[in-house]
Nanobody, 116 residues
């Protein structure tokens, strides 16, 4: 069992930056990859970025070049640094963890609101 706690969301003006954090606790030795998804009002759940425990990253085209995902294995924490934010980035951002047995865990979500 893994427990995820996100933080760092909030209200920011267009063009601004935010850093989201997600701390994992529990069976963290089984972490294979962590990532971020988001869901905007009236839209489907959207994958944002993923990082493996060894540091391999992947980004959705919608955020590539504007977001950086990183992981601190000593703290079992994943970060999403977002810059050049625009109103289309407004969403609830969810942290996701996939363990070595391909089991997936989710955080409770953190709201990001970008004002124009």
């Amino acid at each position: 069992q893994v427990h995820l706690v996100e933080s760092g969301g909030g209200l920011v003006q267009a063009g601004g930056s935010l850093r989201l954090s997600c701390a994992a606790s529990g069976l963290t030795y089984r972490i294979a990859a962590m990532g971020w998804y988001r869901q905007a009002p009236g839209k489907e759940h959207e994958w944002v970025a993923t990082i493996t425990r060894t540091g391999t990253t992947n980004y959705a085209d919608s955020v590539k070049g504007r977001c950086t995902i990183s992981i601190d294995n000593t703290k079992n924490t994943v970060y999403l640094q977002m810059s050049s934010l625009n109103p289309e980035d407004t969403a609830v951002y969810y942290c996701n963890l996939v363990d070595t047995q391909a089991l997936s865990s989710w955080g409770q979500g953190t709201q990001v609101t970008v004002s124009s």
